[in-house]
């Protein structure tokens, strides 16, 4: 079955990460810290025939210091006092008549026009910091991949064409909803068979939301903010490479021996190489007085970010897709697939500064890799500075992988969770680490989550195996025993219930976790293990954080909830590529006897979904490249069979597996 694929196209479509920077200046007032556009074309198809979710949200002890912004820079107000007033540098809390930050976009969104764009996926060979070339899968020949961008209710339809020689593909459309939508989610062997070499596919999706950038690549949905800014400078992307090996290469090693070395970061997919041999920083202008509005998004395999601006202050006004009520601070802590949106006014003398992103240690095993952080740097309009005058590491506030703290990320459209169920309703998800032996006598790891070391089935996905047999979408919570074990299904049967998990790491490194289809709720986090009579009075119900990603502390817990209101299969997993490799993922199953309604006619017989997997199964006949490990990030390393040896588990010592891992969860 092969393909060296890219589920989400994530190892070198993406913008990767950069070299040694030096030290910060101290900022001022904050003690201790070292498009818009108008809506057009309707009307708009809604998709599914469900109501959009009520939001989910969060609590903890902050993790670093913060003050809150001065109540001019909130826009919320200003919104509800000046409604007819335009999106503009002093209004960015309107939108559209009967539109503005206020409004719950979970219920209702503008009527937006269509965009348009194709994206042929190819084979070619670049050097993102000037080093040697090496192989990478690009977008339309571009590194990072083109921008997609659009306003708040637009439709996007973009024709995916496969033009890898040796390998499927498919795009996951991370932080979209997709409500009702699901096989346009994009994940093979979950929503869709692979594309296959030479074949295409069409993906049509709505933004019911805002202010969404997407992780491996830029997607931008402009709508209403909740503080106002001049400048518009994009999206700023944090990654790493490993020069001199294919990712195959280096996931084949992450099985056997651990996290890889990575040979450098990138911002916006540029730096210079740690000898400074060749490459060049990114580069962003600021004009004197003015606000600008920039978009973090770590796009990284294994490396969590923190961010800074020498000499300024960070407004943070975003996360992931969620406006929320803006908080200041000098540093943001930024996990694999989040996103950050952030104001920074221009009030420093007219100079060059260095944009710091920085690798955390605590993460994984190969840490920063003693290459300091990645650097950009910000150039003042009218400064003869070319590049900063600093010259020292930067120091990380606080070195560990945490999220920003959860009583900061208030969201701006008020949504509480109905918490009452919660002490009898809350499902452990544990996660952890095991070993195999192959019939070579090497031992390999797998992650697990929920006690299954997640494959999925490129060929059968699991939307169409739900959707085409109503006996399997009618059974309610025995759907999982239905399918095969290995797929790591849960069912999630009744409709508006609201669903709490508690994900329990077993192991001392955190996860980066993330989920299709849903904002969810985060109730809170913690460190050991969750224990419901010590740690329900630490949970915040009203209100919480609500984001699509989140960390999950390592031997420590985060406790999520999310409202079933989205028909169909969607996929929860770790965010560092080689642990969703491994296996680290599962799939919510939701609303079940809802999908052979909304979904059969869309991939039963002679539709476009079954030609593309006609036209899969036909390519896999004679593919150069076995699926080898979850299929759910990379493959194709043709002698690496951990994966299917896992498969080949017997179903039963995997659910005895799972018995145990849910019992030592709740010790």
């Given at each position: 079955?092969?393909?060296?694929?890219?589920?989400?196209?994530?190892?070198?479509?993406?913008?990767?990460?950069?070299?040694?920077?030096?030290?910060?200046k101290p900022v001022d007032g904050i003690p201790g810290w070292a498009g818009s556009g108008a809506v057009d074309n309707g009307p708009a198809k809604a998709y599914g025939n469900l109501p959009a979710s009520q939001p989910s949200g969060g609590a903890a002890a902050p993790n670093s210091p913060a003050q809150p912004p001065d109540a001019s820079l909130s826009t919320s107000e200003d919104a509800k006092n000046n409604p007819n007033a335009p999106n503009s540098a002093e209004h960015r809390g309107n939108w559209a008549a009967g539109f503005d930050i206020n409004t719950d976009y979970?219920?209702?969104?503008?009527?937006?026009?269509?965009?348009?764009?194709?994206?042929?996926?190819?084979?070619?060979?670049?050097?993102?910091?000037?080093?040697?070339?090496?192989?990478?899968?690009?977008?339309?020949?571009?590194?990072?991949?083109?921008?997609?961008?659009?306003?708040?209710?637009?439709?996007?339809?973009?024709?995916?064409?496969?033009?890898?020689?040796?390998?499927?593909?498919?795009?996951?459309?991370?932080?979209?909803?997709?409500?009702?939508?699901?096989?346009?989610?994009?994940?093979?062997?979950?929503?869709?068979?692979?594309?296959?070499?030479?074949?295409?596919?069409?993906?049509?999706?709505?933004?019911?939301?805002?202010?969404?950038?997407?992780?491996?690549?830029?997607?931008?949905?402009?709508?209403?903010?909740?503080?106002?800014?001049?400048?518009?400078?994009?999206?700023?992307?944090?990654?790493?490479?490993?020069?001199?090996?294919?990712?195959?290469?280096?996931?084949?090693?992450?099985?056997?021996?651990?996290?890889?070395?990575?040979?450098?970061?990138?911002?916006?997919?540029?730096?210079?190489?740690?000898?400074?041999?060749?490459?060049?920083?990114?580069?962003?202008?600021?004009?004197?007085?003015?606000?600008?509005?920039?978009?973090?998004?770590?796009?990284?395999?294994?490396?969590?970010?923190?961010?800074?601006?020498?000499?300024?202050?960070?407004?943070?006004?975003?996360?992931?897709?969620?406006?929320?009520?803006?908080?200041?601070?000098?540093?943001?802590?930024?996990?694999?697939?989040?996103?950050?949106?952030?104001?920074?006014?221009?009030?420093?003398?007219?100079?060059?500064?260095?944009?710091?992103?920085?690798?955390?240690?605590?993460?994984?095993?190969?840490?920063?890799?003693?290459?300091?952080?990645?650097?950009?740097?910000?150039?003042?309009?009218?400064?003869?500075?070319?590049?900063?005058?600093?010259?020292?590491?930067?120091?990380?506030?606080?070195?560990?992988?945490?999220?920003?703290?959860?009583?900061?990320?208030?969201?701006?459209?008020?949504?509480?969770?109905?918490?009452?169920?919660?002490?009898?309703?809350?499902?452990?998800?544990?996660?952890?680490?095991?070993?195999?032996?192959?019939?070579?006598n090497e031992q390999v790891f797998l992650w697990y989550l929920n006690g299954v070391s997640q494959s999925v089935d490129w060929s059968r996905p699991t939307v169409r195996e739900v959707s085409g047999n109503v006996a399997i979408a009618d059974a309610g919570a025995n759907l999982p025993s239905m399918l095969p074990a290995e797929w790591s299904l849960i069912s999630l049967?009744?409709?508006?219930?609201?669903?709490?998990?508690?994900?329990?790491?077993?192991?001392?490194?955190?996860?980066?976790?993330?989920?299709?289809?849903?904002?969810?709720?985060?109730?809170?986090?913690?460190?050991?293990?969750?224990?419901?009579?010590?740690?329900?009075?630490?949970?915040?119900?009203?209100?919480?954080?609500?984001?699509?990603?989140?960390?999950?502390?390592?031997?420590?817990?985060?406790?999520?909830?999310?409202?079933?209101?989205?028909?169909?299969?969607?996929?929860?997993?770790?965010?560092?590529?080689?642990?969703?490799?491994?296996?680290?993922?599962?799939?919510?199953?939701?609303?079940?006897?809802?999908?052979?309604?909304?979904?059969?006619?869309?991939?039963?017989?002679?539709?476009?979904?079954?030609?593309?997997?006609?036209?899969?199964?036909?390519?896999?006949?004679?593919?150069?490249?076995?699926?080898?490990?979850?299929?759910?990030?990379?493959?194709?390393?043709?002698?690496?069979?951990?994966?299917?040896?896992?498969?080949?588990?017997?179903?039963?010592?995997?659910?005895?597996?799972?018995?145990?891992?849910?019992?030592?969860?709740?010790?």
């Amino acid at each position: 079955m092969g393909i060296k694929s890219v589920l989400s196209v994530l190892a070198a479509i993406a913008a990767v990460n950069a070299g040694v920077c030096p030290a910060q200046k101290p900022v001022d007032g904050i003690p201790g810290w070292a498009g818009s556009g108008a809506v057009d074309n309707g009307p708009a198809k809604a998709y599914g025939n469900l109501p959009a979710s009520q939001p989910s949200g969060g609590a903890a002890a902050p993790n670093s210091p913060a003050q809150p912004p001065d109540a001019s820079l909130s826009t919320s107000e200003d919104a509800k006092n000046n409604p007819n007033a335009p999106n503009s540098a002093e209004h960015r809390g309107n939108w559209a008549a009967g539109f503005d930050i206020n409004t719950d976009y979970t219920q209702k969104w503008p009527t937006g026009k269509t965009v348009q764009a194709t994206f042929t996926i190819t084979n070619s060979s670049y050097a993102p910091d000037g080093g040697a070339p090496q192989e990478m899968f690009l977008i339309n020949g571009q590194y990072p991949g083109p921008l997609l961008e659009g306003n708040w209710g637009d439709i996007f339809e973009v024709t995916v064409i496969n033009q890898l020689q040796n390998n499927g593909t498919g795009i996951h459309w991370h932080g979209f909803r997709q409500l009702g939508n699901n096989v346009n989610d994009g994940v093979s062997g979950v929503t869709e068979c692979p594309i296959p070499p030479g074949g295409e596919k069409v993906y049509r999706f709505q933004a019911t939301g805002y202010v969404w950038q997407r992780c491996h690549w830029t997607i931008v949905v402009h709508g209403p903010a909740s503080a106002n800014y001049d400048i518009d400078l994009g999206s700023v992307m944090m990654n790493e490479i490993y020069e001199g090996q294919t990712i195959f290469q280096v996931e084949h090693a992450v099985a056997r021996t651990g996290p890889a070395n990575a040979t450098n970061y990138l911002v916006n997919g540029k730096n210079i190489k740690p000898d400074l041999s060749s490459g060049e920083r990114e580069q962003f202008k600021f004009t004197p007085g003015k606000k600008h509005l920039m978009r973090f998004v770590n796009t990284a395999v294994d490396s969590h970010f923190k961010v800074q601006l020498d000499g300024h202050k960070l407004l943070v006004i975003a996360n992931d897709n969620v406006p929320i009520t803006p908080y200041y601070t000098t540093e943001v802590s930024i996990g694999i697939g989040e996103r950050y949106d952030i104001v920074i006014e221009a009030d420093q003398d007219a100079s060059a500064y260095y944009l710091r992103t920085i690798p955390t240690p605590g993460c994984s095993l190969n840490a920063n890799n003693g290459l300091g952080s990645a650097c950009a740097v910000v150039v003042y309009d009218g400064s003869s500075a070319s590049l900063p005058t600093s010259s020292a590491p930067a120091t990380i506030i606080v070195p560990v992988c945490n999220d920003e703290p959860l009583a900061n990320l208030i969201p701006i459209v008020e949504a509480s969770v109905d918490g009452s169920d919660f002490a009898k309703q809350f499902a452990p998800l544990p996660v952890g680490l095991r070993t195999a032996t192959l019939a070579s006598n090497e031992q390999v790891f797998l992650w697990y989550l929920n006690g299954v070391s997640q494959s999925v089935d490129w060929s059968r996905p699991t939307v169409r195996e739900v959707s085409g047999n109503v006996a399997i979408a009618d059974a309610g919570a025995n759907l999982p025993s239905m399918l095969p074990a290995e797929w790591s299904l849960i069912s999630l049967p009744n409709k508006a219930q609201w669903y709490f998990w508690v994900i329990q790491n077993q192991f001392f490194a955190p996860h980066p976790m993330h989920l299709h289809g849903h904002d969810f709720a985060v109730l809170g986090q913690g460190n050991g293990n969750f224990n419901p009579d010590n740690d329900m009075d630490s949970l915040n119900f009203k209100n919480p954080t609500r984001r699509d990603s989140v960390m999950l502390l390592g031997s420590g817990w985060t406790v999520i909830a999310f409202q079933a209101d989205n028909p169909g299969s969607w996929l929860m997993h770790c965010h560092i590529a080689f642990h969703v490799s491994q296996g680290l993922s599962l799939e919510f199953v939701e609303l079940p006897d809802q999908m052979p309604s909304i979904y059969g006619s869309q991939c039963g017989e002679g539709t476009a979904f079954d030609d593309q997997c006609s036209a899969w199964g036909s390519y896999d006949q004679s593919a150069v490249y076995p699926k080898s490990d979850s299929g759910l990030k990379r493959r194709g390393w043709g002698q690496n069979e951990h994966m299917k040896e896992a498969r080949n588990m017997d179903a039963k010592k995997m659910h005895m597996l799972n018995d145990q891992m849910v019992k030592r969860a709740l010790m």
